[in-house]
Structures are given as C-alpha cells and as structure tokens.
C-alpha cells in the first residue's frame, strides 16, 4: 500500500473572519470551527461552551489540563477519509494521497474528571520535556453541560469527538494548498515484498494499545481497542487517523492522536525500508485488565510475528503497570517463536531512581529503549497565561499536596507532562 | 582555594616496577605522582592533588586490613575533599584494590570518592557501592580516561548533581537518571534491532534485573516410595559441633549420619547458626530439621523413607558462592545414593 | 460452582462504593465490598488469596492512575481456589512491591474529586467484565 504525505508548513495561526491557509499562515473562525463541532448530537448534549485560543512557542503560556492533541490533515486522493470509522466512514485508508499541516496542532482541554492531567508549557523547563511546545497550538477548551458528573463517559467522548472534528475542520482547509514537500511511503504484500528485498531482515512494528476504560482507551477505526483480537495494520493507515486516542491518564507516556499519526517508529522503520530493513506491517495488540486477554493478545501475537516469518519485531507500549506484563509477555513469547525483538518502555523508577523501573522483566528482554524515568522532579515556574485551568494541577497524577505552590510555580513528577516520557520513542529523553 | 585531592595508585603507575614490585607496602607522597599530573591538569588549578599514596597490589591483597587501616590513617590526618584511585584499566588487582580502598574511605571517613578502570575488571563487582568511571582496557586509555575522571570529580567536589551514567561515563549503579539522547528513542530502537539483527553488538538501555531462576523438577508421582532427604541451612549440627561450622560465613557444610535416630533432642543435637535466637532450636532441633516428623511419615508409609545422612550449613552472611558449590557437592552425593527429593528448611 | 471463566467464578474485592452502588445485582459474580479497606489491604487480600489457591481474573495494576494517587481498588479472583498458580503469585507479589516504590502522598480529597477516583476504578473493572460502564451509572 503507497500513501504520499504532502506537508504544507504552518508558520502562524490567527483568529480571522475568513477561514483559510495562505502563505503559511491558518486564519480561523473560532465561530465557524465551533458550529462545525455542534453539528455532532453528542457535542450538542453534553459540551455547554468551547472557547478557543492560540498559544505559540516561546511564549509563556501553560495549557492544562490537556486531553488530546491532534494534528489537522485531509485526505486528497484516494478511498476513504482521515479518522475511518469516527469522523469519515469505516473504509480502509492508508492509500493514495494525505495533506498534513505540520507544524501545528488542535489540543483539546478541560476538565473531565477532577485529577486531569496534562500540562503543556510552551516556554521554560517544562518546555524541554513535551514536543507539543514546539508547535503552533489552536487550543479548544470545552466546558461541561450542567449535569454531566453522571454522565463522565458520555463527556469524555463529546470532548474527544469535538477535537477530531475541529482537527478534521481545519485540516480540510488544507486541501487545495499546494504542500511545501512530499514524501512517499509504501509498504508490499509478503510475497511482492520477499522478493523486492530478499537479502534484508524481515521487520514488523508490534504496537501496543492501552485499552482499559474511561480515560484509558484508544479506537481503531473506531472500534474500541478493549474489544478487538490481536490484528495486522498497514503502516501508512496510522497516517491517516485509523488509531485515535480516548487516552490521557497519565500525560506522560499516553500516546495522542498526534503521537498516532506521527508515530516515530513507523517514520523510523520507514527511513531504514529497503536499506537495513524490510518492513512488513503492524501488528496491533491490546492491554486489558482481564487477565485472560492478555494472555490471548500476547499469544496472538507471538503468533502473528511466526506465522510472517518474521527476523525481528519492534515493540513499543503504553501505559503504566499492567501493561508492563503485556509488554513482556509479547516480548518473551515473539523471542521464543525465534523472532528478535526490542522494547521501548518508560520507568517508574522513584523519584530518587532507586526502584525497580517495571513492574515485570524478564531476561529475554535483552533490548530495551527507555523514554525516561516519570518519577524524576520537576520544578515548572509560574506562566504569565494559563489556558485551561490550574484548578487541579494539585490533584493530578504525579502532582502532590502542596504541589500547586503559592508563588505560582510548580512542582511535580516528569508524569504530569504531556508526551515527555512517550513510549514510542517520539522523544530524546532517556535514563541509564 | 582550591579543593584538596588524596590519589591513590599502584607500583606500576608510580614508576617503582611491574609485577616484580608488587610487594612494597604503602608509601604516602606529597603532590601528585605519575598520572596524578593528568587529573591535575585537567583541573586547571581548581582542585590539586596534594598527596599521592602509593601501594602494591599484592601488599594490598596479602595485607588488605593493614593496607587499608594505614591509607586511612593517612587519608584522616590530610582531611581532603575527595578521594580518587587509579584508573586501574584491566588490572584486577589493582582495580580490586582500588575499589575496596574508595568503599573504604567512603563509609569510613564520608569524604566523595571516585575511581576508574574497565568494565570487565572484578573491582568492578562494587560498582553499586562505589562510583566508578569505565575506561578502556588498558593504559592507553588513560588520554580518555582522565580527563573524564577530572571532570565528574571536580562536580563532586563542588557538590553539584551529576548526571546519567551514560553522560557521565561512570558504569551504571543502579540508579537511573534522565538525560537527553542525541536521537530519538524510535530511531535509536530500530538502530538497536539493525544491529541485533546482524549479530552487532548493541548495548540495552535498560538492563533487566538479574534472575536466579531455577526450573522445577517434575513432581514425585507416588511419595510412598521414594527416599526424601532433609537439608538445611539453619546450622543444626550434633552436640558440640564437631566439625566447627562457623556460626556465621560458614567455610564448609556437614555430613551427619541419622540411620535410627527417631528425634533431635537437646542432649543430642544443637544450632550453630549465629543469626537467630538459637534457645527454641537448642532446646528441639527437630524444630529446623524435621527429622520426628519424617519418622512418624516413614512409619505410616507416606514416604518411602527418610535418607541416613542429612546435609547442613549455616546461611548466616555465607557468600552466594559458597553457597551454590557446597550445594553441588553434596547434590552429586545424594543423587548417588538414589535420593528422589530434598527437604530443605531455612531460616 | 463456578467454572473457570464462568462469571458465577468472580469474585470481586473492592474498596469502592460505586462498584457495589452500580454492579450489584447487575451479573452472576459475587462483589466483597470492604470499604474499610485501604488499596494496599485489598492488594494483600487478593494476594493471600492467591497463596490459598484461588486465581486472579485481573490484574492488580489496573489503570495509570498511580496507586498512591487513588484510594480505591477493584479487582476479581476467582470464587473458589483452583490450585495454586505461581504466575499470579509473582504478579500479586510484584503490585504490592510496585506499590510500596509510590511515596504516600497524604492529601485530602473533595467529595467531587473522590467520586472521580470511584468512576475511573469503576469503568476500569467494567472493561474487564464486559459491562457498558456508562450504561450502569444511569439508574
């Protein structure tokens, strides 16, 4: 399957009567965004108010608490459209050809439940640790209806479908822009691809979904990840939205839409396709609670990667704890089909980096790429704009009692950072 | 002002001799001696080395209370603000030495200490303890290693926070620290699977915790016949310890015959464990090493029976080492016999 | 008696209000709510279940919420002991020490944030009894 990506580089956003991306520049229409959101029943139902803002690199502006940030495309050629299965139709993506307006993002916040977390500063420390403070943000705050607290699973999902809906809104401004560069990516079938590379080692990305509830979830072409068996994608499909993030709990190494449709180990596996590497497919595989799944999942796999005839798998998770045993149940099952893998997690390794960084191990899991320790702390300084509310930086996860202090600054584990310690290897962070 | 530096090194490095020389006890020297003028330089004047104390490495493996209770002697009287040894490269007695004179001062003393040598040397065993900078394997490496050392002591010695291993090139001890790679965490996985693919070294980000595990053997399927043994490593020995066990870092296990003996009793059988409360086992050691019980199971033919000779240690600060060979002595002695299982208490 | 796998076989042990508020009733298994339990203490009930033979439906980490962060826990086991499993042993063995590297935090909860800890915990054991979370809290 071949997609080619055409980037159109976005150097500033500004409010504007007119909704359009000239020379660089994206002027938007909050109102014209937010009646395109209310267009949804569920938006309609359950979000009061949204209220839109723009926060630049440099300045000093903290976003919390962030629920998901998604990048705007719009698919040009080929069948279906960007998020198959929530916002376009269920059909198969990953052909043809996708605009990208890199260089920014929509970021969706507000409150959801009382401990949400995330938090995006777009200068100081923090700054470091977060690649979203480097990108141009059209931040959309949602405000709950009146009695939505019975009604969280509902909100969750209205905010959720407000932020693809704005990033789809945007995105279609994109399409009859001629994109600043392209990029093709292709991947074979088994046959076609053996016999194009028949001297490289075969390679597929195994991904692991977080799949446990409310706050815990992501959606492949809408299908929610809990229920679905271990499976194979097609690389380029994620570029298109097929994998979207109910997730956010914690900020740290969730992965958001725009970690899905800018998944560094496709990008990555896609630099070495056909020079070290042939690289094969996806395989997506869940981390359920339900201790039977994960036992099936993690068969499925090893499976999957033996019956592709695999050399080696990359794998990368999501997600604290539990997903520990996943991640080395699929990695101790692939080795032992004889297929070579690496791992990417990140740590809990206590805020003094003493502890213990996993919850499980094993020795075959002789290769492993850490995103960071999320224990360590971090002091972040007072921002002169907050966009969102601070009312439960205290309260969120990694932040403490007294976390919030009076001067304004705070001081909390790396946790409490969108992406910073991102398990697909989106960042330069890492521990020894 | 400059900070104070006490450097210890070898016969080798201070130009007395090689192996020939090993011998010579400690000798304390003022200023800096040999590669002492490297870590010096490095400093530019922030830090000097105000005495060098010089050592053979078989003096010091010979005589290593002596070594050590002179070097801090000399250490205590100079009162510096941090300690450095070698770097030993792969010299095992002098990275040995090296290791164990900086834990030494460390605990002791509590004065920063810092030293160097290759990965693969034994000193390196203390790398969890001791702070450790890995070098080359061999002097050559001294170019490198040197300046490397300078610079992670002198942030010592200022009291700043150092950071990760890898940053640092100090061996990895345990304690994880974030840094920013070059790279990417993808890119550097696929690098990493590239290279595990073709058989290229690579080295982990994370090492896994290391494991002892051992596979069970298949169950017994009918207990009535088969000969159970009792082993254990609660140091029950006959009356008066013949075979002088230690009560603690035990050098050698026992072999006692039990063939018609029913029950341990006081006047019979005692502990020589020095790590609990011995009143209870002294008073009935059948309490550690069930041998009435055994019995009484033999009698009702729930086991087939109970082996004549039982085996025991005492685990009290026995190293791991001698633990594992005293166990596959007497594990080829009771295969021998036809022991089908072991019963081994501890406490 | 349950089966294994058979729902009549869960037996769920939870601190938290919502799931007894919200489950009870609504499927075969069998909910022990012991809200004087803290998370720790239910963590060590299931483990000395699971010494005694009984095994772990779930696992004991659900969830990203960090466990010095929520009060609440929910996990099944089964009903009945089955045989001693060295697996959910290890795994039991391994939540306890994980949550023991999580420094206490030691604040104090509005009702409103509490109830959202509750929810979290309650969706998470939804997802793994195969129960419409946000259908059950509409009553």
């Not at chain 1, 705050?141 to 789809?168: C, F, M, N, S, W």
């Not at chain 1, 796999?301 to 704890?321: I, P």
């Not at chain 2, 059988?269 to 033999?298: I, K």
Request: hydrophobic residues 40%; aromatic residues 8%; proline residues 5%.
């Amino acid at each position: 399957m071949k997609l080619e990506l055409g980037y159109i580089q976005i150097k500033d956003i500004q409010f504007s009567k007119e909704c359009k991306v000239e020379n660089g520049t994206l002027y938007v229409d909050p109102d014209a965004v937010k009646a395109y959101l209310y267009e949804d029943d569920d938006v309609k139902a359950w979000v009061k108010d949204f209220s839109f803002d723009i926060a630049k690199p440099g300045e000093s502006v903290r976003i919390t608490p962030v629920k998901d940030v998604i990048e705007p495309r719009v698919k040009v050629e080929g069948p279906g459209g960007v998020f198959p299965g929530v916002i376009s139709k269920v059909e198969t993506v990953g052909s043809g050809k996708t605009h990208v307006l890199r260089g920014m993002a929509v970021v969706t916040a507000g409150k959801i439940v009382g401990f949400q977390e995330g938090i995006i500063d777009m200068s100081g420390p923090g700054a470091d640790y977060t690649p979203f403070s480097k990108l141009l943000n059209l931040v959309v705050v949602a405000e709950p209806a009146e009695g939505y607290q019975d009604h969280k699973h509902e909100y969750e999902h209205a905010v959720r479908i407000a932020g693809l809906r704005a990033a789809t809104y945007i995105g279609e401004l994109g399409r009859e822009v001629t994109p600043d560069e392209t990029a093709e990516f292709e991947t074979y079938g088994i046959k076609e691809g053996m016999e194009k590379m028949p001297n490289l080692p075969r390679v597929a990305y195994v991904h692991m979904l977080q799949s446990q509830g409310l706050l815990h979830d992501t959606y492949v072409y809408g299908v929610d990840a809990k229920r679905s068996l271990t499976t194979i994608l097609l690389p380029t499909e994620t570029m298109d939205g097929a994998i979207i993030s109910g997730n956010c709990v914690s900020a740290c190494d969730k992965n958001t839409t725009y970690h899905h449709l800018n998944n560094p180990v496709v990008a990555n596996l896609f630099a070495a396709h056909g020079k070290t590497l042939n690289y094969v497919c996806n395989i997506i595989t869940n981390e359920n609670v339900y201790l039977a799944d994960k036992q099936r999942s993690s068969d499925w796999t090893a499976k999957l990667c033996r019956l592709l005839d695999l050399d080696g798998a990359l794998v990368s998770q999501e997600g604290f704890g539990n997903p520990d045993t996943d991640l080395i149940m699929n990695c101790k099952k692939i080795e032992l089909q004889g297929v070579k893998t690496v791992i990417i997690t990140d740590e809990y390794a206590g805020q003094d980096g003493k502890s213990q960084s996993l919850a499980d191990a094993d020795p075959l899991a002789d290769a492993v790429v850490t995103g960071g320790n999320a224990n360590e702390v971090i002091v972040l300084p007072k921002m002169d704009k907050v966009i969102g509310t601070l009312d439960y930086v205290d309260v969120i996860a990694g932040g403490h009692a007294g976390s919030l202090r009076p001067d304004g600054t705070i001081e909390a584990e790396l946790q409490v950072i969108t992406g910073a310690t991102n398990e697909m290897g989106f960042n330069r962070l890492s521990a020894r | 002002m400059s900070y104070k530096v006490v450097h210890y090194i070898n016969q080798f490095f201070a130009n007395i001799g090689g192996e020939e020389m090993a011998h010579v006890a400690p000798e304390l020297r003022d200023g800096f001696v040999g590669p002492g003028m490297a870590l010096n330089t490095a400093w530019k004047g922030e830090a000097e080395i105000v005495k060098t104390i010089v050592c053979g490495d078989s003096y010091f493996a010979e005589h290593e209370a002596d070594a050590k209770k002179q070097v801090l002697d000399w250490v205590k009287a100079e009162k510096p603000d941090m300690f450095i040894a070698g770097p030993a490269f792969n010299a095992g007695r002098y990275g040995y030495a090296c290791a164990t004179i900086a834990n030494a001062v460390q605990e002791e003393l509590g004065i920063p200490v810092l030293t160097g040598m290759y990965e693969e040397n034994p000193g390196a065993d203390l790398k969890n303890k001791v702070l450790i900078v890995a070098t080359a394997n061999s002097a050559a490496g001294m170019r490198k290693a040197a300046p490397t050392m300078a610079k992670l002591a002198l942030k010592l010695m200022k009291g700043e926070k150092i950071g990760a291993s890898a940053e640092e090139g100090y061996m990895p001890n345990g304690i994880r620290r974030n840094f920013f790679e070059k790279e990417v965490g993808a890119k550097r996985a696929v690098d990493m699977l590239v290279a595990k693919l073709s058989d290229k070294p690579y080295t982990t980000e994370y090492p896994m915790p290391s494991f002892d595990r051992v596979a069970p053997n298949k169950a017994i399927k009918d207990l009535s016949k088969a000969t159970i043994a009792l082993c254990t490593s609660g140091g029950i020995v006959p009356k008066g310890n013949p075979d002088h066990i230690e009560s603690s870092s035990a050098s050698h296990y026992g072999e006692y015959c039990i063939a018609g003996v029913d029950d341990l009793t006081a006047e019979t059988y005692e502990t020589a464990h020095g790590g609990y409360d011995p009143v209870y086992a002294n008073a009935d050691a059948d309490r550690v090493l069930p041998v009435d019980v055994l019995r009484e199971m033999e009698k009702e033919g729930k086991i087939g029976k109970l082996h004549d000779f039982f085996y025991t240690t005492v685990g009290n600060g026995t190293s791991v080492a001698n633990a594992k060979g005293f166990a596959a002595e007497y594990a080829q002695k009771l295969l021998k016999a036809g022991v089908h299982a072991v019963i081994m208490t501890s406490t | 008696m349950g089966s294994i796998g058979n729902p009549r076989d869960y037996l769920i042990l939870t601190n938290n209000p919502m799931v007894r508020e919200h489950l009870e009733g609504r499927g075969r298994f069998t909910i022990r709510f012991e809200p004087e339990r803290s998370f720790r203490e239910i963590l060590v009930e299931a483990r000395d279940l699971v010494y005694a033979g009984h095994i772990l439906y779930t696992h004991p980490l659900a969830g990203s919420v960090k466990p010095n962060e929520t009060p609440y826990k929910s996990l099944i086991v089964s009903v009945e002991p089955h045989g001693f499993d060295a697996d959910h042993a290890g795994l039991m063995a391994n939540a306890i020490a994980v949550f023991d590297k999580f420094r206490p935090i030691g604040w104090e909860l509005e009702e409103r944030i509490l109830r959202d800890f509750q929810l979290i915990d309650y969706s998470l054991l939804c997802g793994a009894l195969n129960i419409d979370a946000a259908a059950g809290l509409s009553k």
